[in-house]
């Protein structure tokens, strides 16, 4: 990392804010219109196809606003957020799987406890490989922008992990406005932005944080969570009980203190992963 990235990285992040919302704002409302909606505050019942158009063109100007920081403010590779593939398949790898196992995991204990009943299972083969398509664009846009432009700016000014704290309060501020919003869930934001950018401090990769986000909302919305407070397709439904802080509530399984402790857990493994004595093995790959 060059010279004056590493003493103005936080500048970088406070100058992409208005363009970065501005273009979003602006591609957004295209996405809206042509996906026929009249207004983007119902994105909460339209159908995952036209989710699906808004977040592509959210997807295109996070794109453009980042590439455009990184070729004319930063003059380095796009690349260079960490988006290499090669030696970094493992990490895909392991982000999927435990993105999997958590919601599994999580819903069976829910289950089991009677937090959660079971309705039916409703299988719709355009939303369930729309749905992969949505949540896939979603997290490859948030952590392009969220880890790999923020974080790794911030990382070039102060401590990485003062940095890790910053991007993770950032991470949950831009999801402040998600319908249904509580306490525990805006928690959880802040842990899942702390849980997603630990293992780019020291990989500078984004397979994980990718993987992990994208399987973490898809399974989620399949077993019949609202992701962040939104509604999506599932391929299971169930009804919940009133005790909303154990199972989430209309936020979804973020909204619960079984995501908070759960990610607390990861938070923990993860750290510990990276800083034994075989780390650097560790970290190769991941």
């Known amino acids: 990392m060059n010279q004056k990235l590493k003493t103005k990285g936080w500048v970088r992040v406070l100058l992409i804010i208005i363009p970065y919302f501005l273009t979003i704002g602006f591609l957004q409302e295209l996405g809206t219109y042509i996906s026929g909606q009249e207004n983007s505050s119902e994105l909460i019942t339209e159908s995952t196809e036209e989710l ?8 295109l100007g996070t794109v453009l ?3 455009l920081f990184m ?14 593939w090669k030696s970094h398949k493992r990490g895909a790898v392991v982000g999927l799987l435990t993105g999997l196992a958590i919601m599994i995991i999580s819903y069976l204990f829910l289950f ?38 923020v974080l790794r700016n911030l990382m070039g000014s102060m ?29 959880n934001l802040f842990l899942a ?58 936020f979804g399984f973020e909204g619960s203190v079984l995501a908070t402790v759960l990610q607390i857990i990861l938070i923990v493994a993860l750290y510990f992963v990276f800083n034994n004595k075989k780390s650097e093995k560790l970290s190769v790959g991941f």
């Open 52 to 59: 699906l158009i808004v977040s592509f063109f959210a997807f």
């Open 65 to 67: 606003v980042i590439y």
């Open 112 to 149: 089991f406890f009677k937090e959660i009943k079971f309705v039916k299972t409703t299988f719709l083969s355009g939303d369930f490989f729309s749905t992969i398509l949505l949540f896939f664009i979603v997290s490859l846009s948030e952590e392009i922008m969220f880890r790999g432009y």
């Open 159 to 187: 401590n990485n992990f003062i940095a890790l704290l910053i991007s993770a309060m950032v991470f949950a501020l831009m999801h402040a406005a998600n319908p249904n919003l509580s306490l525990i869930g805006n928690i």
């Open 193 to 250: 932005g702390v849980l997603l950018g630990l293992p780019y401090i020291y990989t500078k990769n984004l397979m994980f944080p990718i993987a992990f986000h994208f399987s973490w909302n898809y399974f989620q919305s399949l077993f019949g969570f609202n992701v962040s407070g939104l509604d999506s397709y599932s391929l299971i439904e169930f009804e919940t009980t009133q005790n909303t802080w154990v199972n989430g509530g209309d």
């Open 71 to 84: 070729k004319k403010i930063d003059k380095e590779p796009f690349g260079n957020l960490g988006l290499y």
